[in-house]
């Protein structure tokens, strides 16, 4: 029992270096303000990269912080195609802060991240990311400001088209499913 406690002590300890380094980035002590940044983080990455990028980036996480990455993932829907101001929106939520400090707080932890991976993990990762979600999570500051206002460019209306042909295959799907089970019990009775 004692061999167990120090191999979990020791996975707490790396996980909570990891979340210190990340709220020095953040500028700030408080652990639980960065623990859910990092979680939201995490999540916001991960729903963006396929399944086996997903394991590779998750490899470099230390087992506790991989087992947050990992918590809630659905690897059917990935990637998740977004636009900027749903994914802020998104991450915001997670994290509980506001819209304003999301480009900061998401451009912190991209540092942090930097710092404690191998050497060009996170780029190797973003390069899998589209490119308006990359330039976010970028470390070097250069995150884009807010959107004030939802663009109607090309690229958001295929986000939306994308969006609704996932609801709508989904339906078809279990629309699908549920005829084909009321089916069989008709077809065992005309043979009976």
């Not at 300890?13 to 623990?35: E, I, K, N, R, S």
């Not at 990092?38 to 912080?65: C, K, M, N, S, Y």
């Not at 932890?109 to 999570?137: C, D, K, T």
């Not at 884009?144 to 939802?150: E, F, G, H, L, Y």
């Amino acid at each position: 029992m004692r061999a167990r406690s120090h191999a979990l002590a020791r996975a707490e300890h790396t996980a909570y270096d990891w979340l210190t380094t990340v709220a020095q980035h953040l500028g700030t002590q408080d652990c639980d303000y960065a623990f859910r940044v990092v979680r939201a983080w995490l999540h916001a990455v991960r729903d963006r990269l396929t399944v086996e990028g997903a394991a590779h980036f998750a490899a470099q996480l230390p087992e506790i912080l991989r087992g947050v990455f990992y918590d809630g993932w659905t690897p059917s829907r990935v990637p998740v195609k977004t636009d900027v101001e749903d994914f802020l929106r998104t991450f915001c939520q997670e994290a509980m802060i506001s819209v304003e400090d999301a480009p900061k707080a998401v451009s912190a932890v991209s540092a942090a991240m930097r710092q404690m991976f191998s050497a060009g993990q996170l780029e190797s990762a973003l390069l899998q990311v589209p490119n308006h979600i990359a330039r976010l999570l970028r470390p070097d500051g250069a995150a884009p400001t807010v959107p004030r206002a939802r663009s109607s460019s090309v690229d958001d209306r295929l986000s939306e088209v994308e969006r609704q042909l996932r609801g709508l295959t989904e339906a078809v799907r279990a629309l699908s499913q549920k005829l084909e089970r009321e089916r069989e019990p008709a077809a065992a009775s005309s043979i009976g």
